[in-house]
């Protein structure tokens, strides 16, 4: 025996002890130098050990699940030694049913194995194939191609012709060589982000799908696609210190995520998930899904509720401990997640629901108009901005630069961090009003975007958000929110010193207040708003008479 031949059988052999022991990877690594190695007489596709070793580097490529390197590997191997049973098995990896149905049955139509000591395993094989079959088609699907069989051999003929007629080239390069302008395929490209419902739905799905068809493996599938690039941890993983790295990690995340989907996708084409919901039950003569269906619901009810319950009980707490800035943010939280994803059939009372913390805020707006126990003591021209709890105007501070105090330095070119942040805070707000499902939510957003006008100082939008509070308000039916859309706009024109417009709104104010909201503590705060405005106004004509006599 030679050195070379010797060579390939100890390289054959180390495979093989590889590929016994589970080292999957190395078992492959080594098949291929096998192949590389091997000598000129045994390379020939006529030869029986080249055939072998082909095949047991399909079996390690089928351990390693790439059941399409196996295949292509087993097409390369002798026909005189076929491995009918692993190459049904790579088939089935790649979820060609078709072939691998025909091909456990030896390429006969009809289905039936050949004799001999594989008979067993082939009998699997086409059980398999059958089984996998009911679970993809049913019923329904299944007598319908065989109703429509017919049709087969049409459809494929017009399927190749519609393939030879496609162009494969990109449409710029037909278009070059025509001397025309492509101004169509090169477009602004919008990607558009799913909404909040739908991102939920496919995580949901996700998750089922990889606890269905992996098992416990499911977790380290969830944990590869948040280290992606697009993932939640994809920072982590992309550090710009280290490129290199970087990017074979990323390639490696990349390669392992593919994989793994890969065999998700194959596991759902070869086994449904409606299979495995509808034939758990047994027979759907004993309703067996529907009282499942309805005991699922029922749970999901519960949880549902109990959140609810207990969202309204902090609610309730905040009010009465009088932290309204908290309530607010409270509230905006779970209108804006919780009553988002929840849907109607998992909580029938939503609407119901999302008015009481609604109506919850609004009157805790409500609690906030007091007369203070010191309003008498202040100057006259501020009590009324004392009395509706407008804030300070912002002042800008001016630091005076001192040579060799760095202290008192200040970029010039350096952004205004706060405006910035109350323009983000806006730009949410606007974006969550867009998907507003009641019209009560809408209130409470311009109510939310309001005060942070109010706090920055832009009156005119306070303005234009209490109209449109007042104008949600109406169609919805509130005088509760009627009334603070009322008192927004009042403390807006306080803020501004306009006497004359405060004292005609005051009026409709007091005028609403005893019509509809018939509340002591209301009407004497309006009273007093309205005594301390006609003083002013009073104030404001002596100082005019006696300027012009």
Not at 440 to 465: P, Q, S, T, Y
Request: proline content about 4%.
């Amino acid at each position: 025996m030679s050195t070379v031949e010797l060579r390939w059988q100890v390289v054959r052999d180390l495979a093989i002890h590889k590929l016994r022991y589970g080292q999957v990877n190395e078992a492959i690594e080594t098949f291929t130098e096998a192949l590389a190695v091997a000598p000129p007489a045994s390379t020939g596709d006529e030869d029986g050990e080249s055939a072998l070793v082909r095949t047991g580097k399909a079996s390690a490529e089928l351990a390693a699940s790439t059941p399409d390197q196996a295949l292509e590997t087993l097409r390369k191997s002798s026909t005189n030694y076929p491995a009918t049973l692993l190459r049904c098995r790579a088939l089935y990896g790649v979820a060609d049913l078709e072939r691998h149905l025909l091909t456990a049955a030896n390429g006969h139509r009809i289905q039936g194995p050949p004799g001999g000591h594989r008979n067993r395993a082939l009998e699997a094989e086409i059980d398999l194939g059958r089984s996998t079959y009911d679970g993809v088609l049913g019923d329904r699907a299944g007598a319908s191609l065989l109703e429509y069989r017919h049709r087969f051999p049409q459809i494929e003929t017009e399927q190749r012709i519609r393939k030879a007629r496609a162009i494969d080239r990109p449409r710029w390069k037909v278009l070059a060589e025509a001397g025309e302008c492509d101004v169509i395929s090169v477009q602004e490209t919008v990607r558009q982000e799913p909404p909040i419902r739908e991102r939920a739905r496919r995580d949901t799905n996700m998750r089922i799908l990889g606890q269905l068809y992996l098992g416990r493996g499911w977790q380290d599938w969830m944990f590869c696609k948040d280290l992606r690039t697009d993932g939640r941890h994809g920072a982590t993983v992309n550090l710009p210190q280290t490129p290199d790295s970087s990017v074979t990690m990323s390639t490696l995340i990349e390669e392992c995520y593919d994989r793994t989907s890969t065999f998700v996708k194959q596991s759902q084409a070869r086994s449904p998930l409606y299979s495995h919901r509808f034939g758990r039950f047994g027979p759907p003569a004993n309703r067996r899904r529907e009282w499942n269906e309805l005991d699922q619901l029922l749970r999901y009810r519960y949880r549902a509720y109990r959140a609810v319950y207990r969202q309204l009980d902090r609610l309730h707490e905040l009010r009465e401990n009088r932290k309204a800035v908290q309530l607010f943010r409270y509230a905006g939280e779970i209108l804006r997640d919780f009553y988002k994803l929840t849907t109607v059939r998992v909580l029938p009372d939503k609407g119901q629901f999302v008015r009481e913390i609604c109506n919850l805020v609004g009157l805790t707006i409500v609690d906030g108009l007091r007369i203070p126990a010191t309003l008498m003591d202040e100057p006259a021209e501020k009590r009324l901005l004392v009395l509706f709890a407008v804030p300070p105007a912002k002042e800008t501070v001016t630091v005076v630069p001192v040579f060799g105090d760095i202290s008192t330095y200040r970029d010039p070119t350096e952004p205004d961090h706060s405006f910035l942040r109350y323009k983000a805070k806006i730009t949410e707000l606007e974006g969550q009003y867009q998907r507003v499902q009641y019209p009560i939510e809408r209130c409470f957003l311009d109510h939310e975007m309001a005060r942070h006008h109010l706090l920055n100082g832009w009156l005119d939008d306070v303005k234009v958000m209490g109209t449109r509070m007042v104008e949600e308000a109406i169609g919805c039916g509130s005088h509760l929110w009627r009334l603070i859309g009322h008192v927004t706009i009042a403390r807006a024109l306080c803020a501004q010193n306009n006497l004359e417009q405060l004292a005609k709104l005051l009026c409709q104010v007091a005028e609403f207040v005893s019509l509809s909201l018939r509340d002591e503590r209301v009407e004497f705060f309006v009273e007093l708003a309205q005594k301390l405005t006609q003083g002013l106004l009073n104030r404001k004509q002596d100082d005019e008479l006696q300027l012009s006599s």
